[in-house]
């Protein structure tokens, strides 16, 4: 019984991708795990084995750039939050992950060979108050 729930899970971060619509820059990382599908299939988590499978559902939270998926099992919800891991009562979660968009890429500053000078646009600098540079001591 085992072995015919775990197969139902064989899927691989490229699926996981196709299925949530991600492209091939996205990376994805498991960043949590609560409980274990074998669990759920062996009925230790107090959910009906007649349930469907899981479907992968995600959604965004508060870390600019992330997106964390979660198993939704029916009707039964299950959240994880990196800094605050919590799962609802009567209902379990098996797999969380991190999914990491893809950096915005800098456009290629070039030169043209009719002038020496490139040209810079969006130049962003910071700035920095003096009070909080530090300066090596003399000795």
């Known amino acids: 019984m085992t072995t ?12 996981i991708k196709e299925i949530c619509g991600l492209g091939p820059k996205n ?17 230790r988590l107090g959910v009906d084995l007649s349930m469907s499978e899981p ?7 508060g870390y600019p750039g992330k997106q964390y998926y ?6 039964y919800v299950a959240f994880y ?23 915005q890429q800098l456009p ?5 060979s009719s002038s020496p000078h490139m ?6 600098i910071e700035d920095t108050p003096m009070e909080s540079l530090s300066f090596p001591s003399k000795a």
């Open 119 to 124: 040209e810079v646009k969006d130049l962003e």
């Open 4 to 15: 015919q729930y775990h197969t139902k899970l064989s899927i691989s971060l490229d699926q």
């Open 108 to 112: 290629a500053i070039t030169a043209s």
């Open 81 to 103: 939050d990196k800094y605050k891991p919590t799962v609802l009562l009567g209902s379990t979660i098996l797999n969380v992950l991190e999914i990491q968009q893809p950096t």
């Open 70 to 75: 979660y198993y939704l099992l029916d009707d």
């Open 27 to 43: 990376t994805i990382q498991t960043v949590g795990v609560c409980g274990s599908w074998d669990n759920f299939a062996l009925n």
């Open 55 to 61: 479907t992968w559902t995600g959604t965004v939270c």
